[in-house]
T-cell receptor
């Protein structure tokens, strides 16, 4: 099955700093999603991005499907950005979503 | 819209007991799924459904049963709980995007401990 690798595994930022999270996947995918799991455990969908670039406020994401990677950019980080960021992909067979192990982000005030 | 709801929020079972985790959504989504999340790990797919009456296995289906009699509800049953099933369980739903899913929306999770 598809392998999903996220890097870095852990990241500590000073408030106001920018960061880039990476997701590599091993095979062609139907779709790719980025999620944020907050410290209370709630999972929030950030982007549905099988290809191309999207922006939502301070967050943006780019997926280059032909090269099998996606990037999540966080600009001007805030303490509320802390939590775990997951990349999840669905292979071309459809309907079976595979999650990466996540990037754990801590933003210091 | 309540979105995706899960009950209970917390549950403690003894080995060998059975129970059902409830999941409901009010967005008329065709696709629903169950995941488990173990400490420090990503989510792993247990079972999924692409519509009422249709279910299939995910990555880690052993020890779990599902059925989908309505569009809204997708319960997960543990027939004989084992300590290895101690985990946080998430339910999710989405529209079906033809060949696969669309944006997935998650419930708040059920924290299950099996003693």
């Amino acid at each position: 099955g598809i392998q999903v690798e996220q890097s870095p595994p852990d990241l500590i930022l000073q408030e106001g700093a920018n960061s880039t999270l990476r997701c590599n996947f091993s095979d062609s995918v139907n779709n790719l999603q980025w999620f944020h799991q907050n410290p209370w455990g709630q999972l929030i969908n950030l982007f549905y991005i099988p290809s191309g670039t999207k922006q939502n406020g301070r967050l943006s994401a780019t997926t280059v499907a032909t090269e099998r990677y996606s990037l999540l950019y966080i600009s001007s980080s805030q303490t509320t950005d802390s939590g775990v960021y997951f990349c999840a992909v669905e292979g071309t067979g459809g309907f079976k979503t595979i999650f990466g192990a996540g990037t754990r982000l801590f933003v210091k005030a | 819209n309540a979105g995706v709801t899960q009950t209970p929020k917390f549950q403690v079972l003894k080995t060998g007991q059975s129970m059902t985790l409830q999941c409901a959504q009010d967005m008329n989504h065709e696709y629903m799924s169950w995941y488990r999340q173990d400490p420090g790990m990503g989510l792993r797919l247990i079972h999924y459904s692409v519509g009422a009456g249709i279910t299939d296995q995910g990555e880690v289906p052993n020890g779990y049963n599902v059925s989908r009699s309505t569009t809204e509800d997708f319960p997960l049953r543990l027939l004989s709980a084992a300590p290895s099933q101690t985990s946080v369980y998430f339910c999710a739903s989405s529209r079906s995007g033809g060949a696969g899913t669309d944006t997935q929306y998650f419930g708040p999770g059920t924290r299950l401990t099996v003693l």
